[in-house]
């Protein structure tokens, strides 16, 4: 792995990157994938559910959480 905090997480860079990470690990071991609801992160959620349809695609509870929490408590 590689630290991708200075590259810009752009929809192709993360496609990219979720790519890399499947197919060297192997994505027959993947059951799911857990991503944030960036905008970013659309087509790379596209690119998993159509070259992997078994791979679950779903995005992270906690975050959908915190993002309410803080539209209520207006943060």
Not at 19 to 41: M, Q, Y
Request: positive net charge.
């Amino acid at each position: 792995m590689r630290d991708l905090s200075d590259v810009s997480h752009t929809a192709k860079t993360l496609e990219s990157e979720i790519g890399k990470v499947l197919s060297e690990i192997g994505p027959e071991r993947f059951s799911a994938v857990v991503t944030d609801n960036a905008s970013a992160i659309a087509n790379a959620r596209k690119f998993i559910s159509e070259k992997y349809p078994f791979i679950l695609n779903t995005r992270c509870i906690a975050h959908c959480i915190n993002l309410i929490t803080k539209d209520i408590i207006g943060k």
